[in-house]
């Protein structure tokens, strides 16, 4: 079917943009055009995405339903308007069928883009629960902040926190991370002394440390993406607010797998929960595990089985369409699909650097 999308209101100018017919759509070759940060603050998540998405085509073959798959991939440097302009441009002028979206600011630049194109959009970072709201084109394979932190609050609640002070960046998933987390701790019982947020740009820790400290809780939720939780978890040790007996909690983020060995024992005692453990003793993990580690020198972490779980949607309904990469097929078969894309993942309490997993955590999908 012959279709075109007229797209308005992109780029500075406003100007208008025409989705022709995508030729790569009838031809033998599927393009798969993954708009990711691999420069600046969230290069790590962008690297490890990115990493998980090519190993699955690495062990599983480049070719679905008699057609070649051929990954593009761009740097949007975390900026959403230069994330917007690639995928237009990808789009327009490389024909892709197929987006992988990344973290959540330029994830949910996006939206109006993929509704229009009726393009199938697959989100393998942002762990904001809004993002897949933005257009019904969109699907997600990551995770959402509201999980993790929900499961940490009922945790806390439970484990002998009755007063807490929660600390996020200033941002759609930290924003969730404090919501999801006060509604179950509180339901539980426990109190929240203050709600502190701090730029996602160029945090200054100091001054928070020293809040903390003042208030004197027994217990800090904390949650910063990519190497910000590690960085903040050190200063708060350095300063010995540990020895304050105040404990550190948070979703997974604090405890990342990749930058765990790097952190040292300053780590030891920080509680987490989260949906993956590169620790997860299932034969598929330790396969992830050993031919991630082969191929990247360096070790995966849970934004890598985001982009590993997103390509194995696409691969999986590629199947279902017989290969056509329509907007509507796509997502009828993606939303339709269940299977094992897991390589890992649970729901999980970290204490000590190590896991403990207590049940399988069931992602949001669209």
Known sequence: MRRREVIRGLGAAGAAAVFAPSVARAQDVIKIGACLSLVGGFQTVGRQA????????????????????ELIVRDDGGVPDVARRIVQEMIVNEKVGIVLGGITPTALALG????????????????ASITVDRSP???????????????????????????????????????????????????GGGQVLEKMKVPLQNPDFAPFLQRIRDIGPDTAFIYFPGQQGGTF????????????????????DLTDDDELPGQGD????????????????????????AEFKKTNNY??????????????L??????????????????????????????????????RATSCRTSTCARSRR
């Open 137 to 187: 084109y969109m699907t997600r394979t990551s995770f959402t902040l509201g999980q993790s932190s929900g499961v940490m609050g009922e945790w806390a609640a439970k484990n002998g926190s009755k007063k807490v002070v929660t600390l996020v960046n200033d941002w759609a998933p930290g924003t969730e991370a404090e919501t999801a987390f006060v509604n179950s701790f509180t339901a």
């Open 233 to 252: 978890a050190r200063q708060f040790t350095e300063r010995g607010l540990d020895k304050a007996n105040i404990k550190i909690i948070g979703p997974g």
């Open 266 to 289: 300053v780590m030891l005692g920080v509680i987490t929960a989260h949906h993956y453990s590169a620790a997860h003793p299932s034969e598929m993990n330790k396969k992830y595990v």
């Open 50 to 69: 990115l990493a998980g998405a090519k190993l699955y085509m690495q062990l599983n073959g480049d070719n679905v339903a008699g057609k070649k798959l």
């Open 112 to 127: 109006q883009l993929a509704t229009q194109a009726k393009m199938p959009t697959v989100v393998i970072i942002s762990g």
């Open 299 to 312: 070790r995966p972490n849970f934004i890598s089985t985001g982009g590993w779980d997103g390509m194995h």
């Open 314 to 351: 696409i691969y999986e309904a590629l199947k279902k369409t017989n290969g056509s990469t329509d907007g509507d097929a796509m997502m009828a078969a993606m939303k339709a699909w269940r299977g094992k894309a897991r390589v890992g993942r649970s729901r999980s309490i970290r204490r």
